[in-house]
């Protein structure tokens, strides 16, 4: 399984991004330790986590303390020893999905999609980026938009984050 993960740490209101290379890490706290290391004396260290065009993780430290940790699908945990690493101990799927399964205003009900992923069963802390500008529903619905693939979810975070050219400058390498 391919995976992605990408960095972003904001220090004295700036933010820096770097690659994270996961090979051989054995806990989540060796994957903490790692987020660390990209930017030791940030208040903020977000890790995103993209696997196989399908699963979506998201890490954050507050000044490298309290890991807080979301998985948009618990499925990656069954698939790969990384997704068992990051989300298996996660045992509690996120709740309010229901709040987000609103039917969307449109005209045509032909190209109208559902909001949520019946099949998707996120799990961990979907408050994780709330300070941030993105409630557990905006992140739950991003995270089950039909069509949507992680890459698209961690772009549209970072734009909010006011880190999107940092995030894809680490694509493009």
Known sequence: MS???AAVARVDGGWTAGEVSLRG???IEEVADRL???EPDADLSLLFVEADDT???ILRLDEGEDLRVFGSDSAYAE???LGALLVGDLKTSVTGLEEVDEPR???DDDTEQPAVDPEADPVGDADLLADLGIPAQKLLALCAHEGSMPA???AEICQVLGCADEVEELREV
Do not use: P
């Open 3 to 5: 995976y992605f993960a």
């Open 25 to 27: 890490v054995t806990d």
């Open 36 to 38: 660390r290391d990209v």
């Open 55 to 57: 699963y979506l993780v």
């Open 79 to 81: 698939e790969s020893r």
């Open 105 to 107: 205003a449109s005209g």
């Open 152 to 154: 698209d979810v961690t």
